[in-house]
């Protein structure tokens, strides 16, 4: 009988799952981002919380959102996994290396980033997520929707929680200028004609999506959003 | 030209074999021509060792004029020096300056274990390739040279991939070890001609998987490999293995 054999366990397989998760992930950063960047309309949260109920509420999204955790955990599981394989392909190590003469620090460093913002988004998720689904929102507001603004509002008056945010946003900046392209080549998406298109609009993506995230928290803390 | 002005201090790692732990040692080198190939001044530093009744250093080199693949050194923390595009042997002392310290370091990886000094065993690459096995061509009299057309696009490519030495210095500098830009060239040149059609899929599962027994680690695109590769071999090689691999394992029915 045919199987699919070590398509997911070999070298190549392990890599599929990252790049595929990866690029779910990023669609996912886009759904975030986009429903986020309705504070900026900046009419007390109106239709942020509109936003937020619609997804809090809708069951397609409530499925997806089981997806997107699954799809996190794998991607955590097998990059933690990769770098331990790839940390044991090389015992002894060099005493000098010169990476910076053949490749980018932040494509060297995809662990140290993503390990960086696996500790966000526990901070993240206990502050926004979990209140949202388990422990509730306290208020509501005029339409009746839960209040994530006001508690959005609200956290981002401590500034070292500001700071954390900033910086993870450069993490993420860095993790997606490498993941971004890197992911389409893993899928075997290297083209004369679209490689160059998937880079610039890599580029373009990471630091567009990590500003657009960190002006959140910082225009809170600011008082331009309230 | 040679003015035999040039003065080095040589941190060389030295390693009796695979079972004892290596150091590094310094060598001081001096009256040396910036002419020289850096493997001629290995030579010049072997003599003096073998006339002080040391034991000389023991390095890897054979046609050393670029095209075996056998010189492997780690240089200041890359594979073959600092030039683009040569091998450690086609690699001259004027790349340096008087009163350099120059690291020589031998290529490290798990499957690459040091056999003496700078020299590590490669064998490895070879149990790639025969785990590629047989490409189905007529023996006999050499066929017409046109007999097959293939795009001149095609070809190049090909041939490009064909270029690999086989050296390891993708391995050498990829921070995980990854032989995926060798193992790409070797499919590649088969994989984009006719004459490879007939095993194309089999050939990838299997090379594949021999790679990964080795003990190599796993891809990350930092693209060190096409970097520091003396015969640049290009990184689209190691996405159309990829695709080739997707292929054999999703859309053949037939089991590896």
Not at chain 1, 33 to 47: A, K, M, P, R, Y
Not at chain 1, 186 to 210: A, D, E, M, R
Not at chain 2, 152 to 175: H, L, R, S, W
Not at chain 2, 188 to 206: D, I, M, T
Request: hydrophobic content about 45%.
């Amino acid at each position: 009988m045919a199987s699919f054999g070590n398509a997911f366990s070999s070298s190549i397989g392990k890599k599929l799952i990252m790049g595929i998760t990866g690029l779910f992930l990023i669609s996912f950063l886009l759904v975030h981002c986009f429903i986020n960047s309705l504070i900026f309309v900046n009419d007390g949260g109106l239709t942020f919380n509109m936003g937020a109920h619609f997804m809090g509420t809708n069951w397609i999204i409530r499925a997806m959102e089981i997806v997107l955790f699954a799809g996190l955990l794998v991607h955590i599981y097998q990059g933690f996994r990769l770098w331990a394989q790839n940390r044991a392909a090389r015992p002894e190590r060099y005493a000098v290396n010169n990476g910076a003469a053949n490749s980018k620090w932040y494509s060297r460093s995809m662990g140290l980033l993503g390990t960086l913002l696996l500790i966000f988004l526990i901070v993240h998720i206990s502050k926004f997520w979990v209140k949202s689904r388990f422990t509730g929102i306290p208020t509501q507001d005029v339409n009746g929707n839960h209040d994530l603004f006001a508690v959005m509002v609200e956290t981002f008056q401590n500034p070292a929680l500001v700071l954390l945010y900033v910086l993870a946003m450069v993490s993420l900046a860095y993790h997606l200028l490498h993941g971004f392209a890197s992911a389409f080549q893993t899928l075997g998406w290297n083209h004369k004609k679209y490689t160059p298109i998937i880079k610039s609009v890599g580029v373009w993506f990471s630091i567009l999506i990590s500003i657009i995230f960190a002006a959140m928290p910082v225009a809170m803390y600011l008082g331009l959003i309230k | 030209m040679s003015t035999g002005n040039m003065n080095l201090t040589l941190k060389v790692w030295r390693q009796k074999n695979n079972k004892t732990k290596g150091a590094l040692v310094d060598y001081k080198l001096s009256d040396i021509s910036p002419d020289m190939s850096f493997l001629e001044m290995f030579d010049v530093l072997n003599e003096q060792l073998i006339n002080k009744s040391e034991e000389p250093i023991v390095f890897d080199h054979d046609c050393r004029e670029g095209i075996c693949g056998s010189c492997s050194m780690f240089i200041n923390g890359r594979p073959h020096g600092p030039k683009d595009l040569v091998t450690t042997c086609q690699l001259h002392m004027r790349s340096f300056k008087d009163g350099d310290t120059i690291v020589v370091e031998p290529w490290r990886a798990k499957a690459f274990p040091v056999i003496k000094d700078l020299t590590v065993d490669r064998t490895a690459f070879d149990r790639v390739i025969a785990a590629g096995g047989f490409i189905s061509v007529n023996t006999g009299n050499a066929q017409d040279a046109n007999a097959l057309p293939i795009p001149k696009n095609q070809a190049d490519a090909a041939f490009e991939a064909a270029a690999c030495i086989g050296c390891g210095a993708c391995v050498a500098t990829c921070k995980n070890a990854s032989a995926m830009l060798f193992v790409s060239a070797k499919i590649s040149q088969l994989a984009l001609l006719p004459q490879g059609q007939p095993e194309r899929y089999r050939r990838v599962q299997s090379m594949v998987a021999q790679m990964d027994a080795e003990g190599f680690g796993n891809c990350t695109n930092t693209g060190a490999c096409e970097a520091e590769c003396p015969k640049g071999i290009s990184l689209e090689n190691i996405a159309r293995m990829n695709r080739d691999f997707y292929a054999a394992k999703f859309v053949s029915e037939e089991d590896i």
